[in-house]
């Protein structure tokens, strides 16, 4: 299984997000991961369709855009059309799941839901086979540097037999209080996309973090 590195800009420094995301790209990130957050769904507030339009063409690999908001019906298309090329909703946030899944797959890209820690694999058992990529949440979102719930292994490992029993061509992506001891674990578990904020942006060398991340996946 080839695990891919998705640096997390919500723990970037925003006064200079295209020099952030132009070192992650160096580095060998896989994907730029982008989290939304609008005050509501989450108790943090962070950026809109037009920032993520301003920093799109200083990215040369794929946007993963993670919607921690409410009603994400009436954004989606605004995200599409701003450059997001994976569009992530939460399932405790769709009042219709099915209906919003498809609303994102008209837009041409792929689609993931996302899971709370405290949200059980279920929510999604009857869906899963539209999508491609299943989040599982191991902080509860709203803040970076927050630590791993321990308990999310379980989790991921469970999620990762979902996956392959009803959808192998999935990605499962682990996004929260990942870094350099833990990731291993968490790619054993079942993980296939490593969301990392702290551990690279706070690192002294974001480069030579991204590519420490990139050393410990490929073992």
């Known amino acids: 299984m080839s695990v891919k590195i998705a640096p997390s800009l919500l723990s970037a420094n925003f006064g200079r997000l295209q020099e952030e ?13 982008i989290d939304i957050m609008d005050g509501h769904f989450v108790p943090n507030l962070t950026i809109g369709p037009d920032v993520v339009a301003a920093i799109r ?45 498809q609303l994102a797959k008209k837009g041409g890209v792929k689609v993931g839901v996302a899971l709370n820690p405290a949200t059980p694999l279920q929510a999604v058992q009857e869906i899963v086979g539209d999508l491609d990529l299943l989040l599982i949440m191991s902080v509860n979102p709203g803040f970076g540097g927050q630590s791993f719930i321990n308990k999310s292994l379980g989790k991921i490992q469970r999620a990762r037999q979902m996956l392959a029993e009803f959808n192998p061509a999935a990605e499962l992506e682990v996004d929260g209080g990942i870094n350099q001891e833990n990731a291993s674990d968490i790619v054993r578990a079942g993980a296939s996309i490593l969301a990392v ?15 420490q991340f990139k050393s410990l996946v490929s073992i």
Do not use: W
């Open 21 to 33: 995301v132009q070192t992650i790209i160096r580095a060998g990130a896989d994907l730029v991961h």
């Open 57 to 101: 063409p200083y990215s040369q690999v794929p946007f993963d855009v993670h919607l921690m908001i409410e009603n994400p019906d009436a954004f989606i298309m605004r995200f599409i059309e701003a450059g997001a090329d994976v569009v992530t909703v939460h399932a405790e946030a769709c009042r219709h799941l099915h209906r919003t899944i």
């Open 197 to 211: 904020g702290s551990a690279i942006f706070a690192a002294k060398d974001p480069d030579m973090a991204v590519k």
